[in-house]
């Protein structure tokens, strides 16, 4: 039986090279959660594949985790605990002379989005909003790729629509409306599937163009967030 990704990441923690670092800094009146979200932003890209996440409610100062499969084929991990938000970078051979290199950038990273925000600390809370647009696009992603059922991908891609619309710091972004079209028609075609035949696998000639318009929205999103425009 052909091992899942999540099922090889499990393998390569007790195997490969591991390098942790810890963002402590964490900036008056942010819970630790919300320091999550810029480092899932800092350490994400179009490349990087989503293959877990656990976001805990609103309300609570830490718990949230998410599981990256980067463009070089490495796995890292976002974790909000107690004593801050760990990043953790697991290696193969290959890379494992590059391990300080890549958390190091990665932290970088997230420490330049996290200043950038709190700079512009009233429109907080939307870009956070705007980032979890952006992880529940991954999550839709990841569903899809793993051939999970129709009702699943529709509620994935329900969730992705559903918060950028609430968000008009987003939506009133020059190019917004063709993301709003392109989510809607997917939508569409998943209610069909959904009410169809729930329980079925996702279609398999579907996933390569819906994981491509998806990857479009989700760099969309990435690039404006990354912009001056807010």
């Not at 999550?36 to 609570?60: K, Q, W």
């Not at 605990?81 to 890379?95: F, I, K, P, Q, S």
């Not at 075609?189 to 390569?208: G, L, T, V, Y």
Request: neutral net charge.
């Amino acid at each position: 039986m052909t091992m899942t990704i999540l099922e090889h990441f499990q393998k390569a923690k007790e195997v490969w090279t591991n390098k942790k670092i810890i963002i402590d800094a964490i900036p008056s009146g942010w819970k630790k959660n919300d320091v999550f979200h810029t480092a899932v932003h800092g350490t994400n890209g179009p490349a990087s594949r989503n293959i877990y996440f656990r976001l805990v409610p609103e309300a609570d100062d830490f718990g949230n985790v998410a599981v990256f499969l980067n463009k070089n084929n490495q796995f890292y991990q976002i974790e909000a605990t107690d004593r801050g938000v760990e990043l953790t970078v697991w290696c193969n051979h290959e890379l494992v002379d590059k391990v300080d290199a890549i958390i190091g950038e990665y932290k970088q990273k997230s420490l330049a989005f996290l200043e950038k925000i709190t700079a512009r600390k009233e429109k907080k809370v939307d870009i956070i909003k705007t980032i979890i647009i952006v992880e529940k696009i991954d999550e839709a992603i990841n569903s899809a790729m793993n051939k999970e059922n129709n009702r699943t991908v529709y509620y994935s891609v329900g969730k992705t629509r559903e918060y950028a619309a609430n968000i008009p710091l987003l939506m009133n972004a020059s190019g917004a409306n063709l993301i709003q079209l392109s989510m809607n028609k997917w939508m569409s075609f998943m209610d069909q599937m959904r009410s169809k035949s729930p329980d079925e696998a996702f279609p398999e000639d579907k996933i390569k163009q819906f994981c491509g318009d998806a990857l479009k929205w989700k760099k969309f999103i990435m690039d404006f967030l990354d912009g001056s425009a807010w």
